[in-house]
Protein backbone atom coordinates (compact mmCIF):
# COMPACT_ATOMS: atom_id res chain seq x y z
CA UNK A 1 0.00 0.00 0.00
CA UNK A 2 1.01 3.53 -0.73
CA UNK A 3 1.23 5.09 2.72
CA UNK A 4 1.16 8.96 3.25
CA UNK A 5 2.86 10.85 5.04
CA UNK A 6 1.50 14.71 6.16
CA UNK A 7 3.20 17.53 7.60
CA UNK A 8 2.88 19.82 9.74
CA UNK A 9 -0.11 17.88 11.97
CA UNK A 10 -0.66 21.22 13.22
CA UNK A 11 -0.23 24.42 12.02
CA UNK A 12 -0.48 28.35 13.96
CA UNK A 13 -0.45 31.07 11.34
CA UNK A 14 -2.12 34.71 11.08
CA UNK A 15 -4.39 35.95 8.86
CA UNK A 16 -2.15 37.28 5.44
CA UNK A 17 0.21 34.33 6.13
CA UNK A 18 1.70 32.06 2.96
CA UNK A 19 0.92 28.66 4.22
CA UNK A 20 2.32 25.47 3.03
CA UNK A 21 1.77 21.81 3.85
CA UNK A 22 3.58 19.01 2.74
CA UNK A 23 2.59 15.16 2.00
CA UNK A 24 4.78 12.61 1.26
CA UNK A 25 3.74 9.05 -0.62
CA UNK A 26 5.89 6.48 0.39
CA UNK A 27 6.26 5.22 -3.62
CA UNK A 28 5.45 7.21 -6.89
CA UNK A 29 2.31 8.05 -7.60
CA UNK A 30 2.69 10.50 -10.42
CA UNK A 31 0.27 12.62 -10.44
CA UNK A 32 -2.85 11.34 -8.55
CA UNK A 33 -3.32 13.39 -5.62
CA UNK A 34 -5.87 15.39 -4.67
CA UNK A 35 -6.12 17.59 -1.13
CA UNK A 36 -9.26 18.69 0.54
CA UNK A 37 -10.67 21.39 3.44
CA UNK A 38 -12.62 20.28 6.31
CA UNK A 39 -14.15 22.20 8.72
CA UNK A 40 -15.42 20.96 12.25
CA UNK A 41 -18.87 18.97 11.50
CA UNK A 42 -18.36 19.36 7.97
CA UNK A 43 -17.12 16.83 4.79
CA UNK A 44 -14.02 17.18 2.95
CA UNK A 45 -14.41 19.30 -0.14
CA UNK A 46 -11.84 18.67 -2.68
CA UNK A 47 -9.89 21.73 -3.42
CA UNK A 48 -7.14 20.55 -5.70
CA UNK A 49 -7.09 16.77 -7.83
CA UNK A 50 -4.71 15.46 -10.20
CA UNK A 51 -1.69 17.07 -7.83
CA UNK A 52 -2.15 20.68 -8.94
CA UNK A 53 -5.70 21.05 -10.93
CA UNK A 54 -8.12 23.57 -9.27
CA UNK A 55 -11.53 22.62 -8.60
CA UNK A 56 -14.51 24.85 -9.78
CA UNK A 57 -15.03 27.78 -7.43
CA UNK A 58 -11.97 27.12 -4.86
CA UNK A 59 -10.23 30.60 -4.62
CA UNK A 60 -6.67 30.83 -6.32
CA UNK A 61 -4.73 31.63 -3.08
CA UNK A 62 -5.10 27.55 -3.12
CA UNK A 63 -2.17 25.63 -5.07
CA UNK A 64 -0.87 22.36 -5.16
CA UNK A 65 2.66 21.58 -6.27
CA UNK A 66 5.15 18.58 -6.36
CA UNK A 67 6.58 15.65 -8.29
CA UNK A 68 6.12 12.05 -7.72
CA UNK A 69 6.53 11.26 -4.16
CA UNK A 70 6.37 14.87 -2.20
CA UNK A 71 3.71 16.89 -3.08
CA UNK A 72 2.61 20.66 -1.43
CA UNK A 73 -0.37 22.45 -1.25
CA UNK A 74 0.08 26.09 -0.99
CA UNK A 75 -2.42 28.83 0.79
CA UNK A 76 -0.64 32.46 -0.66
CA UNK A 77 -2.76 34.75 1.73
CA UNK A 78 -4.58 32.69 4.54
CA UNK A 79 -7.82 33.92 4.88
CA UNK A 80 -10.07 33.93 8.02
CA UNK A 81 -12.21 31.54 6.52
CA UNK A 82 -9.52 28.98 5.53
CA UNK A 83 -8.33 27.95 9.41
CA UNK A 84 -9.39 24.00 8.99
CA UNK A 85 -7.95 21.00 8.47
CA UNK A 86 -6.36 19.88 5.28
CA UNK A 87 -5.64 15.86 3.88
CA UNK A 88 -4.08 14.88 0.85
CA UNK A 89 -5.45 11.69 -0.57
CA UNK A 90 -3.79 8.99 -3.05
CA UNK A 91 -5.43 7.25 -5.77
CA UNK A 92 -2.38 5.52 -8.11
CA UNK A 93 -4.23 3.27 -9.85
CA UNK A 94 -4.69 -0.54 -8.67
CA UNK A 95 -3.53 0.61 -5.20
CA UNK A 96 -5.42 0.84 -2.30
CA UNK A 97 -6.95 4.23 -1.54
CA UNK A 98 -5.44 6.04 1.42
CA UNK A 99 -5.05 9.68 3.17
CA UNK A 100 -2.46 11.40 4.84
CA UNK A 101 -2.97 12.37 8.22
CA UNK A 102 -4.85 15.71 8.30
CA UNK A 103 -3.39 19.03 9.07
CA UNK A 104 -4.85 21.26 11.25
CA UNK A 105 -4.73 25.01 10.16
CA UNK A 106 -5.16 27.27 13.61
CA UNK A 107 -4.45 30.81 15.24
CA UNK B 1 -26.65 20.19 -8.07
CA UNK B 2 -25.95 17.04 -6.87
CA UNK B 3 -26.83 15.89 -3.26
CA UNK B 4 -26.10 13.11 -1.17
CA UNK B 5 -27.52 11.58 1.62
CA UNK B 6 -26.53 9.05 4.46
CA UNK B 7 -29.25 7.70 6.32
CA UNK B 8 -29.43 4.66 8.92
CA UNK B 9 -29.23 4.16 12.49
CA UNK B 10 -27.02 6.10 14.86
CA UNK B 11 -26.84 3.32 17.66
CA UNK B 12 -25.30 -0.38 16.75
CA UNK B 13 -24.84 -3.21 19.11
CA UNK B 14 -21.46 -4.91 19.20
CA UNK B 15 -21.53 -7.99 16.82
CA UNK B 16 -24.23 -6.52 14.83
CA UNK B 17 -24.54 -5.46 11.24
CA UNK B 18 -24.28 -2.02 10.54
CA UNK B 19 -26.08 -0.66 7.49
CA UNK B 20 -26.16 2.64 5.81
CA UNK B 21 -27.97 4.04 2.41
CA UNK B 22 -26.84 7.08 0.74
CA UNK B 23 -29.58 8.35 -1.51
CA UNK B 24 -28.36 10.46 -4.62
CA UNK B 25 -30.34 13.41 -5.74
CA UNK B 26 -28.90 15.37 -9.32
CA UNK B 27 -27.25 12.55 -10.74
CA UNK B 28 -27.84 8.75 -12.28
CA UNK B 29 -26.44 6.26 -9.86
CA UNK B 30 -25.35 4.71 -13.60
CA UNK B 31 -22.98 7.55 -14.25
CA UNK B 32 -20.30 7.37 -11.58
CA UNK B 33 -18.18 5.16 -9.17
CA UNK B 34 -19.36 5.49 -5.91
CA UNK B 35 -17.30 5.14 -2.65
CA UNK B 36 -17.79 4.74 1.13
CA UNK B 37 -15.30 6.09 3.54
CA UNK B 38 -14.99 6.63 7.27
CA UNK B 39 -13.83 9.32 9.72
CA UNK B 40 -12.59 8.15 13.19
CA UNK B 41 -10.61 9.55 15.49
CA UNK B 42 -8.00 7.13 16.34
CA UNK B 43 -7.68 6.48 12.46
CA UNK B 44 -8.82 9.49 10.42
CA UNK B 45 -9.82 9.09 7.23
CA UNK B 46 -10.19 5.55 5.72
CA UNK B 47 -11.70 4.56 2.20
CA UNK B 48 -13.94 1.64 2.95
CA UNK B 49 -15.04 0.40 -0.86
CA UNK B 50 -16.74 1.58 -4.47
CA UNK B 51 -18.89 -0.09 -6.62
CA UNK B 52 -20.24 0.56 -10.11
CA UNK B 53 -23.62 -0.39 -10.71
CA UNK B 54 -22.40 -2.67 -13.63
CA UNK B 55 -19.96 -4.62 -11.76
CA UNK B 56 -18.35 -5.99 -8.64
CA UNK B 57 -17.65 -3.84 -5.76
CA UNK B 58 -13.77 -3.77 -4.75
CA UNK B 59 -12.74 -3.51 -0.86
CA UNK B 60 -10.69 -2.15 1.28
CA UNK B 61 -8.65 -5.65 2.00
CA UNK B 62 -8.48 -4.72 6.26
CA UNK B 63 -12.33 -4.65 5.76
CA UNK B 64 -13.18 -7.24 3.03
CA UNK B 65 -14.05 -9.78 5.04
CA UNK B 66 -17.42 -7.77 6.73
CA UNK B 67 -18.19 -4.98 4.17
CA UNK B 68 -20.79 -5.35 1.81
CA UNK B 69 -21.54 -2.67 -0.79
CA UNK B 70 -24.43 -2.72 -3.09
CA UNK B 71 -26.62 -0.36 -5.84
CA UNK B 72 -30.37 0.06 -6.23
CA UNK B 73 -30.86 1.89 -9.34
CA UNK B 74 -34.34 2.23 -9.08
CA UNK B 75 -34.21 4.41 -6.06
CA UNK B 76 -30.74 5.78 -7.22
CA UNK B 77 -29.15 4.52 -3.58
CA UNK B 78 -25.90 2.70 -2.54
CA UNK B 79 -25.90 0.80 0.70
CA UNK B 80 -23.13 0.17 2.88
CA UNK B 81 -23.30 -3.16 5.39
CA UNK B 82 -20.55 -3.97 7.90
CA UNK B 83 -20.99 -7.17 9.77
CA UNK B 84 -19.91 -8.24 12.87
CA UNK B 85 -18.94 -4.63 14.59
CA UNK B 86 -16.61 -3.41 17.16
CA UNK B 87 -16.52 -0.29 18.74
CA UNK B 88 -13.48 0.40 16.93
CA UNK B 89 -16.06 0.77 13.83
CA UNK B 90 -17.44 3.74 15.54
CA UNK B 91 -16.84 6.70 13.19
CA UNK B 92 -18.81 8.91 10.67
CA UNK B 93 -19.58 7.14 7.49
CA UNK B 94 -19.69 9.12 4.35
CA UNK B 95 -20.60 8.39 0.55
CA UNK B 96 -18.96 10.01 -2.11
CA UNK B 97 -19.00 10.53 -6.17
CA UNK B 98 -15.98 9.62 -8.10
CA UNK B 99 -15.82 12.45 -10.70
CA UNK B 100 -14.40 10.70 -13.66
CA UNK B 101 -15.79 7.15 -14.57
CA UNK B 102 -12.80 5.16 -13.19
CA UNK B 103 -12.60 3.00 -9.68
CA UNK B 104 -9.24 5.20 -8.83
CA UNK B 105 -9.99 8.65 -8.49
CA UNK B 106 -11.08 11.37 -5.93
CA UNK B 107 -14.10 11.96 -4.05
CA UNK B 108 -16.22 15.07 -5.11
CA UNK B 109 -19.07 15.24 -3.82
CA UNK B 110 -19.28 14.44 -0.43
CA UNK B 111 -22.14 13.57 1.78
CA UNK B 112 -22.81 15.45 5.03
CA UNK B 113 -21.45 11.96 6.78
CA UNK B 114 -23.66 10.08 9.81
CA UNK B 115 -22.39 9.30 12.74
CA UNK B 116 -22.61 5.70 13.85
CA UNK B 117 -21.56 4.91 17.04
CA UNK B 118 -20.94 0.93 17.99
CA UNK B 119 -21.82 0.50 21.74
CA UNK B 120 -23.83 -1.74 23.87
Known amino acids: DVQMTQSPSTLSASVGDRVTITCRAS??????LAWYQQKPGKAPEVLIY???NLESGVPSRFSGSGSGTDFTLTISSLQPDDFATYYC??????????FGGGTKVEI | QMQLQESGPGLVKPSETLSLTCSVS????????WSWIRQSPGKGLTWIGH???????NYNPSLKSRVIISVDTSKNQVSLKVTSVTPEDTAIYYC??????????????WGQGTLVTVSS
Open chain 1, 50 to 52: EMS
Open chain 1, 89 to 98: QHYKTYSLIT
Open chain 2, 96 to 109: ARHPELIPDNWFDP
Open chain 2, 51 to 57: IYFFGAA
Open chain 1, 27 to 32: QHIGHR
Open chain 2, 26 to 33: GASIRDYY
